[in-house]
């Protein structure tokens, strides 16, 4: 064979035998950005598996804030931006892709999804933790509390907000059942935070508890757990500017891009002349993103990290002050306003002191994500009509289960 | 030992040359004009030569090949291709040709879709040519888009807009794809290159500039398209939409020729105060409707928003080469464009060095290497603040506020943010030739493409710390993102050629390709900056970082059997089998055959008839792929921060280990005839196309906890069409001709199956459903309507169902079939006109049609902002706007048909005389003038406003979306116009 043959023989020989014996590696490909779900099953990242839901529920948490703020009257919108007018319009109906499908950080609001990835989260990482032994994972008890604590406040939020739900593309339910469920995943989360001795985990489980057992009409337990709670206790979701999804997204969307402003009805408010220290606003002296609404800021949380309160004694007196009524809830009504050096609230109509802890659970748990529940809990009206650009507002109160579940869960129709 | 056998024959190579057979000759056509640049070879041998200014050759042969007979070839496009056999007789042999003009090329040699340079005759699919040097003479295009759009049938080019920097979308026989990319993947010179329309910044609507405008049409010879599956099954996964492959220019045989070139012309947006709305709003206070033209009254102020933008272009290349041995092209460029926002500009400079080199008479090897620095400003920047949002939803409310009733901030505020994509691109390919024995032939193409891109968006601190225009942004703001791509191109293919008898002959090839795409990915934010000098990340009070890496390859097998019966009749057949990395676990590799057979009838001894000179008809089958994104087979998790500073993991994609490629099956046949003496030719292709396993983005149920979609091979779409192309050399006399070019496509499609789904949403008001086409818009439709004194609407219908004439009221009334976003129909038709020897006019209409659109702008303006004339007319409002107000169906009340007819092209070309050019001395050989327009006129559109509130341009679009018909605050396309001047040496 001459020179030329041979070379012929040596390309046509080296890429079959290329194909033949080294395809397999010759298409291996990095995913260094990317975490394949089998890596993740290793008793060496069981703290990770609990931040990681914690980190889910957290961004999960401010989103359901914002966006209910606006379906509410605790913000209005400041913006011509779909995604956010819906909200303010009250058009959230099934089909509202944000609802149903956006992510963390999207623009708009994708709660269904996001409360549902940090459900799944602490649940996933709940199980698989429990797979381990405690010589595997010493903090065994104390992330499984953890787990539970956390995962019971995303079925809380589910519960409180959607009209139905549904967990692991499981059957329809009853906001009640899911409720229920926070409750079991409370008491599951009280009991292992006391075995770990972890009083963070166990106060904010026995608020989370008292909140749901409020909501499924079980007064007494409610005030059972919220009595338990020491004084000054606050559990806080944690922001910070480390990344996008860690950020504050009700100071984002107000102070940052300014497209929603304080609801006029959560402005300069007063008690009997007094200041109310617990709703802080400025008026920024000008229009928002829209050219149109006045626009006002929220001082509740004025910088990306700030943190907002998940679990706090503040609302456990709340809770016993709606479960015990009459002078008990007036007791606890001022325990508050001595805390802010507000005018003391004395009555003794039962339908006067109810009105006033609506009034206070307002004002108290302002932008801490209870506002659309008391709205539905309380009766209270939405608006209707058309707002102040001449638009006008649908129907939406709790929210729909999103066309993306019905529609994809076979369990409820869906393929 | 390659390497080493190269550089014997390169040393020794001036020996083997000292003794010659000189050829010689002239190339002219019927009337005896020197056709320049013509190819001249010795078939069969590596000899040739291109004719010079004259029309003269010279072709060197070594005396060895005293004696031999051989045949020589002339060929020059547009003209039929020209043989003579002759004797190599030392010292010197004279062959002149004169050919005749033709529109029919069977012998040019193609090379896309075909494992070696091949004769079209030869090819059963349709394979388009476009000669890049003549269309970029002629019509001076920006970019490579420009020179593709209507120029080839069945190649829809989708511009988009007129922000200056971005790019459009390139469709091929339409829509195929439910959930993947319906581009086109496009070759330089034998390997991939990165084409990607979305890239840049991502500006309101997206990221949309497009990674195929780096290139200068000033470097491309030529361009090959092969349209779908039926051709494109050698290139395997991913090229189920088409191929295009561009050839740039290459070194020619002779002593080297100098090209300059100066082209200076503008942008400009023509009539923008009728283009764009008046903005109307009830003063409260007086109860009269008041109106605000701010384009008007801007430009009546001395301050117009909009701006004629210069365009410059100066070139300069120098091509040459020496017989049997190297041949070169080399250019330089300088290209400086501003849009019609005189912050909108892109700066290109551009080199290219193309080397060919014939070791030997087995051996040649040719390189290309292509740097570009393409640097933009981008005019339609931030998401909020873009110039046209901020006209079209301004208000007269806003005049005594700082907006100057202007929506939220003023030209000159939104002039500020800083909206940049700069790339620093090379492209080198490598092209080993080898033919070891006169049977048998190789060839390795190999190459990189390595683009490193560096995009932000900037909010400068304002000077008076004022955040009036961008709420916080104004404090500054600015996202970064710095990308690395590169495409790895190997590709090797076979060819060996037997004579089994003497009519039979086969050709056997066998070749392999592998294919690496990575892109690696550094972003940074920075928030807040302490000074409005301060203009980087690191100066920002909050910083975050991320990266990303994105990594994909192919490997793939194909051998091809050709048999050709008395070079009239060939059958092809072949099959590529492909893996790639983005395949599930599951699934090992694919199979995509082919079969082809093409007839070149007039030959047959049996035709006689005199009115068709030429016949070909040509019938392909084929398969071949498209690739799933690089994760979607994987369950993953995102790497995250969590609290207290620790790492967290997010699911982000739930996987699907069954992924394979989607399947694109086409069967095309058609014909290539010639008539008149070939002076009329016809291309028709009728094809019929399935697109299998069809890749859907189903839903996955949020409540398993993974967010997004799960990428599943479930679908399948239909899709037929036929193209036709007709060209004519009407008149050719020695002082006037007249060539006419059509060219005609039609496509559809519809969804057959969406296993099990029925419908998927793809945005607002567009589904894909079977029974239907692709994105088709779907709303309630709205037929009649009463209106009360307020405007409110009080008897609304709507069409009952679909295909009936019935009504109900809209509120119990489907949402029912309205269109398609994308055209179904498109021609274009253009003449070319020589009134002298020295003046050619040519002009090119375009014509889409089939096409909707969702004017953001329009629908936006009537419901959301209330700024329109018609929706504030309340009581005497347009009823069925009423209607679609009250159901809230605010992008309805913007949708409209976007048909439309172009002037597309227009240009005068004056070839300064020879003796003009002799006088002018310093060795001008030719000098040529160009005046030239494109997107002068709109000539037809099929509707120009929508309830009293004008549509800017048919041919808007936000091309960051691959179906949505949405379209908002986009600048038109511009019109353009140009002067060059081109001097050879």
């Known amino acids: 064979m001459n020179k030329t043959s041979c070379a012929s023989t040596f390309l046509l020989g080296f890429t079959l035998t290329i194909f033949l014996t080294g395809c397999d590696n010759l298409l291996d490909v990095e995913r260094p950005t990317r975490v394949e779900a089998d890596a993740l099953n290793d008793p060496k990242l069981a703290e990770t598996l609990v931040n990681s839901a914690i980190a889910d529920f957290e961004c999960a948490y401010t989103n359901y804030i914002a966006a209910t703020a606006l379906l509410t009257d605790e913000l209005m919108v400041s913006t011509e931006f779909l995604n956010v007018n819906n909200w303010d319009l009250r058009t959230i109906y099934p089909d509202n892709s944000n609802l149903g499908t956006a992510g963390c950080t999207t623009f708009g609001f994708g709660i269904w999804p996001t409360l549902q990835t940090a459900r799944w989260q602490a649940e996933e990482a709940y199980a698989i933790i429990e797979s381990f032994t405690t010589t595997e994972v010493p903090e065994q008890t104390n992330l499984l509390a953890t787990a539970a604590a956390y995962e019971g406040y995303a079925l809380t939020l589910i519960g409180e907000g959607f009209c139905e739900a549904t967990v692991n593309v499981g059957p329809l339910m009853q906001p009640s059942d899911i409720l229920k469920m926070a409750e079991e995943r409370f008491t599951k989360a009280i009991d292992l935070a006391g075995t770990a001795g972890n009083n963070d985990i166990l106060n904010m489980a026995y608020v989370g508890r008292a909140r749901v057992r409020l909501d499924l009409g079980n007064t007494s337990g409610a005030a059972a757990d919220a009595g338990k709670i020491p004084e000054g206790f606050v559990k806080n979701a944690t922001y910070s500017t480390a990344s996008e999804r860690r950020e504050n997204r009700i100071y984002d969307y107000n102070h940052r891009r300014i497209m929603v402003s304080v609801d006029p009805r959560f402005r300069e408010l007063e008690v009997q002349g007094t200041p109310d220290p617990r709703v802080p606003v400025t008026d920024a002296g000008r229009l928002g993103h829209d050219g149109v609404t006045d626009l006002w800021f929220q001082e509740l949380y004025p910088e990306a990290g700030s943190p907002i309160p998940l679990a706090t004694w503040d609302e456990a007196q709340l809770i016993i002050a709606e479960a015990e009524g009459g002078q008990a809830a007036v007791a606890a009504i001022n325990l508050l306003r001595e805390k802010e050096g507000l005018p003391l609230f004395e009555s003794s109509d039962s339908q006067e002191i109810t009105n006033q802890i609506i009034e206070e659970r307002r004002r108290e748990l302002w932008l801490q994500s209870h506002r659309l529940n008391d709205m539905l809990r309380f009766g209270l009206p939405f608006d209707t009509g058309v707002n102040h650009k001449d638009q006008i507002r649908g129907t939406t109160t709790c929210l729909p289960l999103p066309d993306a579940e019905r529609k994809s869960n076979p369990n409820i129709g869906g393929s | 030992m390659i390497i080493r056998s190269a550089l014997l024959v390169f040393l020794a190579s001036p020996l083997l040359l000292i003794a010659q057979i000189t050829i010689s000759g002239k190339v002219t056509d019927n009337a005896g004009n020197a056709l320049v640049g013509s190819n001249v070879s010795v078939l069969n041998t590596a000899y040739g030569a291109a004719t010079d200014g004259n029309g003269d050759y010279t072709i060197e042969v070594p005396m060895i090949e005293s004696g031999k007979e051989v045949t020589m070839r002339a060929e020059y496009i547009g003209y039929a291709s020209q043989s003579a056999t002759i004797t190599l007789t030392p010292p010197t042999v004279t062959q002149n040709f004169e050919l005749s003009a033709t529109a029919l090329w069977l012998n040019e040699i193609v090379v896309t879709g075909t494992p070696g340079a091949t004769r079209r005759r030869a090819i059963g699919n349709s394979v388009a040519t476009l000669d890049a040097e003549t269309q970029v003479e002629q019509a001076n295009p920006t970019d490579i888009q420009s020179l593709l759009a209507g120029k080839i049938p069945g190649v829809d080019v989708q511009f988009g807009s007129g922000n200056v920097g971005t790019g459009g979308l390139i469709r091929v026989r339409g829509v195929a794809s439910l959930s993947l990319s319906n581009e086109p993947i496009v070759y330089i010179d034998g390997i991939r290159m990165n084409s990607d329309p979305r890239a840049g910044p991502n500006i309101r609507g997206g990221r949309q500039v497009s990674r195929l405008n780096d290139l200068s049409p000033e470097d491309i010879a030529r361009v090959e398209v092969i349209k779908g599956p039926a051709a494109s099954t050698l290139y395997g996964t991913e090229a189920s939409n088409g191929v295009i492959q561009i050839i740039t220019k290459k070194g020619k045989t002779g002593p080297p020729t100098f090209n300059l070139e100066i082209k200076q012309g503008g942008n400009w947006f023509p009539n923008p105060e009728t283009r764009l709305p008046t903005n109307y709003w009830i003063n409260s206070e007086t109860g009269q409707m008041e109106s605000d033209n701010l384009v008007q009254r801007m430009a009546d102020e001395g301050t117009p928003i909009f701006t004629t933008g210069q365009i410059q272009n100066y070139g300069a290349s120098m091509r040459g080469g020496y017989e049997g041995g190297l041949k070169y092209y080399f250019s330089l460029g300088y290209d400086n464009e501003v849009g019609v926002l005189d912050y909108n500009w892109r700066k290109r400079y551009r080199t290219r060095l193309n080397m060919d080199y014939q070791l030997s008479e087995k051996f040649g090897v040719s390189t290309n290497f292509g740097f570009v620095r393409n640097d933009s400003r981008l005019g339609m920047a931030a998401s909020g603040w873009d110039i046209i949002g901020q006209i079209v939803w301004g208000s007269p409310r806003r005049l005594p506020t700082a907006t100057n009733g202007f929506l939220r901030a003023t030209p000159e505020a939104v002039g500020t943010i800083e909206s940049k994509a700069e790339i620093d691109r090379f492209i080198w390919s490598f092209n080993l030739r080898h033919n070891p024995t006169s049977w048998l032939s190789q060839r390795l193409n190999t190459g990189v493409d390595i683009g490193i891109e560096e995009n932000y968006i900037l909010f400068p601190r304002d000077p008076t710390g004022s955040d009036f225009f961008f709420g916080g942004l104004s404090l500054g703001d600015k996202s970064l993102e710095r990308r690395r791509s590169s495409f790895i191109t190997v590709d090797y293919a076979a060819m060996a050629n037997f004579n089994i008898t003497e009519d039979l002959a086969t050709e056997t090839s066998v070749g392999t ?419 030239s327009g494109r997107n002068l006129l709109t000539l037809w559109q099929a509707q120009k406003e929508i309830y009293g509130r004008p549509l800017m341009d048919p041919e808007m679009r936000m091309t960051s979306s691959e179906m949505s018909g949405y379209v908002q605050t986009v600048l038109p396309p511009t019109s353009q116009f140009f002067a060059a001047v081109n001097i050879n040496f």
Request: charged share 20%; aromatic share 10%.
């Open chain 2, 513 to 931: 390709q592998f294919l690496e795409k990575n892109h690696h990915v550094v972003t940074a934010q920075g928030r807040v900056f302490p000074l409005p000098s301060v203009k980087t990340v690191g100066g920002a009070a909050t910083t975050f970082g991320g990266e990303d890496f994105i990594e994909n390859k192919t490997f793939g097998v194909f051998v091809q059997e050709r048999l050709s019966w008395k070079d009239r009749l060939y059958l092809t057949m072949g099959v590529r089998i492909d893996d790639n990395s983005a395949f599930g676990e599951n699934f090992d590799f694919v199979t995509y055959p082919k079969l082809s057979a093409a007839w070149v009838v007039h030959e047959e001894p049996f035709w006689n008839m005199e009115a068709i000179n030429s016949l070909r008809l040509r019938a392909a089958y084929g398969v071949s792929g498209q690739q799933p994104d690089v994760f979607a087979a994987v369950r993953l998790f995102t790497p995250t921060a969590g609290p207290g500073g620790s790492s967290t993991v997010t699911p982000t994609n739930i996987g699907n280990p069954d992924l394979k490629p989607e399947r694109g099956e086409e069967i095309e046949i058609g014909f290539d005839a010639g008539l008149v003496n070939n002076r009329v030719n016809m291309e028709f292709t009728y094809y019929v196309r399935q697109t299998k396993d069809a890749i859907v983005n189903r839903t996955v149920s949020p409540s398993s906890g993974f967010p997004g979609v799960q990428v599943v091979n479930l679908g399948q779409v239909d899709g037929s069409g036929l193209e036709l192309a007709v060209n004519v050399i009407a008149i050719e006399k020695q002082d006037f001709s007249w060539d006419m070019s059509f060219t005609y496509s039609h496509s559809e499609n519809e969804i057959v199956d969406l296993g099990g789904l029925g419908s998927i949403r793809v945005g607002a008001n567009q589904e894909h459903k079977e029974g239907y086409p692709l994105a088709g818009y779907f709303f309630r439709k709205v037929v009649s309507a009463s209106v009360d004194e307020n405007g409110i609407a009080t008897e609304s219908l709507c069409k009952a169902a679909e295909g009936s004439s019935g009504t109900v009221p809209c509120s119990e009334a489907p949402a029912v079939f309205n269109g398609v976003p994308y055209p179904t129909t498109t021609a274009a038709f253009s003449n070319t006109l020589r009134l002298s020897k020295n003046i050619r006019v040519f002009a090119l209409m375009d014509f889409k049609n089939g096409n909707h659109m969702m004017s953001g702008n329009v629908g936006g303006a009537h419901i959301l902002l209330r700024n329109s004339e018609e929706i504030l007319k309340k009581g005497d409002r347009d009823p069925i706007l009423a209607a679609l107000d009250g159901m809230r169906m605010w992008r309805i009340s913007g949708f409209l048909d976007a048909g439309f007819l172009k002037l597309r092209e227009v240009s005068v070309i004056y070839s300064v005389p020879d003796k003009i050019v002799t006088g002018l001395g310093l060795g001008v050989d030719g000098v040529q003038l160009t005046l």
